[in-house]
């Protein structure tokens, strides 16, 4: 997919749990819910693959592959760099929403 900056990966509340501490690390605390942010995923078998990038306490960059059972995940976005997400009225590009 063109202009695809990467995957948001929502989890259901039971997987969570069951993860416990050890996916604490891997999730952003967003207003949208937890959720895994990852550069490429992999759902082909049955367990999903992520490949996150990151930096370490040192500041180097490291790529993390986590995998979890795919029956643990609820939903994954695509997120675009090209275009706003959402279900708004949009305005065409140089014009304002709501002007005549």
């Known amino acids: 997919m063109n202009g695809n900056n990467g995957y948001a990966v929502f989890f259901f509340p ?7 501490e050890a ?3 891997y999730l952003t605390g967003q207003p ?4 895994i942010f990852c550069k490429e995923i992999d759902t082909g078998g049955a367990f999903t693959e992520m490949t996150l990038v990151g930096r370490n306490a040192e500041g180097h960059d490291v790529q993390v592959e986590l995998m979890v059972p795919g029956s643990m ?4 976005v695509s997120a ?8 708004g009225p949009r305005a065409a ?3 304002t929403v709501g002007a005549t």
Do not use: N, W, Y
Not at 14 to 20: N, Y
Not at 32 to 35: A, K, L, S, T
Not at 73 to 76: A, E, H, K, P, T
């Open 14 to 20: 039971q997987a969570l749990e069951a993860l416990g």
């Open 23 to 25: 996916i604490k690390p």
């Open 32 to 35: 949208d819910g937890p959720h």
């Open 73 to 76: 995940i609820r939903m994954i």
């Open 80 to 87: 675009q760099s090209e275009a706003v997400f959402g279900f």
């Open 93 to 95: 590009a140089g014009s």
